[in-house]
């Protein structure tokens, strides 16, 4: 079993409905899932093993304001996070070409320079052609968890 950790990043709340979506999913399946918007630091990652990022895309490829702070801070503090396993569940817009899913692609990289290991592919949610994100994530974290 892991303590997973689904981290929200949203601005209009396309990625709370996924995070809600999900938590069932991985719960259901054994682990200890917790949600939160807030984490500001990797000291907010404590007690997790896995942590889960659904990050919409705002602005011009830019992480939402309520997980702007974390991704400083990590850029920052440059934690060790070779620990931890991670997935990203990004939700972007294709009509935005050149800056498709660049909030999610940022948390990513960031995770992956600090040392964290991804489990799985990055799902890229296109709300042009997709209009529940919810329901292509449900899909998508039920291969993922078998990973986890
Ligand atoms: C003002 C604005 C700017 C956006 N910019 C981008 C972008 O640069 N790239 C992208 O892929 N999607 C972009 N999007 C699409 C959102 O990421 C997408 O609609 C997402 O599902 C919103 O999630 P949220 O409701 O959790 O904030 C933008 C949406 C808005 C309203």
């Not at 984490?39 to 830019?62: E, I, K, N, R, Y």
């Not at 702007?68 to 620990?83: M, T, Y």
């Not at 600090?114 to 592919?121: F, K, V, Y």
């Amino acid at each position: 079993m892991s303590n997973i950790l689904i981290l929200i990043g949203t601005e209009s709340g396309n990625a709370q409905m996924v995070a809600e979506a999900i938590e069932p999913e991985l719960a259901g399946a054994g682990h200890d899932v917790r949600v939160t918007d807030k984490a500001a630091s990797a000291a907010d990652f404590a007690g997790h093993d896995t942590l889960l990022f659904v990050c919409a895309t705002h602005g011009s490829g830019d992480i939402p304001s309520n997980m702007f702070p974390l991704h400083e801070a990590l850029g920052r503090d440059k934690p060790d996070l070779s620990s931890l396993r991670y997935g990203v569940i990004a939700l972007g817009d294709m009509t935005y070409q050149d800056t498709f899913c660049g909030g999610g692609k940022q948390m990513d990289k960031r995770l992956a320079e600090l040392g964290a290991q991804r489990i799985g592919e990055r799902l890229e949610v296109d709300a042009s052609t997709q209009p529940l994100p919810d329901e292509e994530a449900v899909t998508w974290v039920k291969d993922w968890v078998r990973l986890v």
